[in-house]
């Protein structure tokens, strides 16, 4: 059974960081594709940051310059760093990992952001 678990979610001010982390069961790159999305009330999931298995990246442009998505296989761990946060990069943050055709996702972590 594949399990992601998300942590490192909280609340800071604005232009604070956080690092959240998506624990995968399991081998890291035995994902040919990982994310972070977000989903801010009364709003879509959308994706924030996201990796492939071949170490590709991309970004929202609303994130560009501020956040990084990272892997580590020693810990089967995926990151998220996310520096000088807004109050609109507040929602609840999701991991998802696909593996061959099939989607994971974690519970979600709640990152809040006050001005």
């Known amino acids: 059974q594949v399990q992601l678990v998300e942590s490192g979610g909280g609340l800071v001010q604005d232009g604070g960081s956080l690092r959240l982390s998506c624990a995968a069961s399991?081998?890291?790159?035995?994902?040919?594709?990982m994310g972070w999305y977000r989903q801010a009330p009364g709003q879509q999931r959308e994706l924030v940051a996201a990796?492939?298995?071949?170490?590709?990246?991309n970004y929202a442009d609303s994130v560009k310059g501020r956040f990084t998505i990272s892997r580590d296989s020693a810990k089967n761990t995926m990151y998220l760093q996310m520096n000088s946060l807004k109050p609109e990069d507040t929602a609840v943050y999701y991991c998802?990992?696909?593996?061959?055709?099939?989607?994971?996702w974690g519970q979600g972590t709640q990152v809040t952001v006050s001005s």
């Open positions: 998802k990992g696909i593996r061959l055709v099939k989607d994971y």
């Open positions: 399991g081998s890291i790159f035995s994902f040919n594709f």
């Open positions: 990796v492939t298995g071949g170490g590709s990246t």
